[in-house]
C-alpha cells in the first residue's frame, strides 16, 4: 500500500512558522481535494486540523493551514507554541477508492 | 456528546480470528459513514477499512483485503471489523473514525489493542 511521504521530523521555535510538506503521486493527492491533516500527541488519538485540503474544523486555531500544488499537499503552522509539539499526519483520498496515510512528521518546538 | 467506543482487542495467536467493536453514541450514526485505522506500536497511522452509511459500500487497504470485513448494525449504533487470519504484523492498536466529510474524521474512539502472537 503506497504512503505518502511527509518528513520525519521538523522544528522550530516558539512564535516561528514551519511547514510539513506531505508528497503523493497523480493517482492521490494530485487527482482529488480530499486531503486531510491530523494531530496526534503521545498516547492520545488523532485529531482532525484540516479537512478537504484547506478547511478547518471548527474550534481549531486559524494559525493552522493547508495547502496543495500539484502531488504535494502542506500543513503550515504559525506562531508555533508548545502546545504544538506533536506528530502531524496527512491522508488522502486514491483512484483505488481507498484512503492512505503519509508516514508521519515529528515537530519538536524549541 | 459524540462518543466512539471500541472493544474487542486482546491477544490471539497467528492465523486466528478477532471481532472489533464500535459503539457509537451521541449522533446518527446511521447517517455516518465509518472508518477502522490502525497503529502498530511506535508507528504511524495506516487506513484499513470503510464502510458507506447502508452498509452496501466497503473498501479495504491492500495490507488486509481478503482478511479482514467491515460490516455495521444502525439499529445498534455498532460498527464491527471482523479480522481473520490475523499475523503478527497486524499487531496495533485499532482506532474507529466517524467520517465528517470526504475522508476527513472528525471523530475517533480511544483505541483497542491488537496483539497478535503466539
Known amino acids: 500500500q503506497s504512503v505518502l511521504t511527509q518528513p520525519a521530523s521538523v522544528s522550530g521555535s516558539p512564535g516561528q512558522s514551519i511547514t510539513i510538506s506531505c508528497i503523493g503521486t497523480s493517482s492521490d493527492i494530485g487527482r482529488y481535494n480530499y486531503v486531510s491533516w491530523y494531530q496526534q500527541h503521545p498516547g492520545r488519538a488523532p485529531k482532525l486540523i484540516i479537512y478537504d485540503v484547506t478547511n478547518r474544523p471548527s474550534g481549531v486555531s486559524n494559525r493552522l493551514s493547508g495547502s496543495k500544488s500539484g502531488n504535494t499537499a502542506s500543513l503550515t503552522i504559525s506562531g508555533l507554541q508548545a502546545e504544538d509539539e506533536a506528530d502531524y499526519y496527512c491522508s488522502s483520498y486514491t483512484t483505488r477508492s481507498t484512503v492512505v496515510f503519509g508516514g508521519g512528521t515529528k515537530l519538536t518546538v524549541l | 456528546e459524540v462518543q466512539l467506543v471500541e472493544s474487542g482487542g486482546g491477544l490471539v495467536q497467528p492465523g486466528g480470528s478477532l471481532r472489533l467493536s464500535c459503539a457509537a453514541s451521541?449522533?446518527?450514526?446511521?447517517?455516518?459513514?465509518m472508518h477502522w485505522v490502525r497503529q502498530a506500536p511506535g508507528k504511524g497511522l495506516v487506513w484499513v477499512s470503510r464502510?458507506?452509511?447502508?452498509?452496501?459500500?466497503?473498501a479495504y487497504g491492500d495490507s488486509v483485503r481478503g482478511r479482514f470485513s467491515i460490516s455495521r448494525d444502525n439499529a445498534k449504533n455498532t460498527l464491527f471489523l471482523q479480522m481473520n487470519n490475523l499475523r503478527a504484523e497486524d499487531t496495533a492498536v485499532y482506532y474507529c473514525?466517524?467520517?465528517?466529510?470526504?475522508?476527513?474524521?472528525?471523530?475517533w474512539g480511544q483505541g483497542t489493542l491488537v496483539t497478535v502472537s503466539s
Open positions: 464502510i458507506n452509511t447502508d452498509g452496501s459500500t466497503t
Open positions: 451521541g449522533f446518527s450514526f446511521s447517517s455516518y459513514w
Open positions: 473514525g466517524r467520517q465528517l466529510i470526504g475522508i476527513a474524521e472528525d471523530y
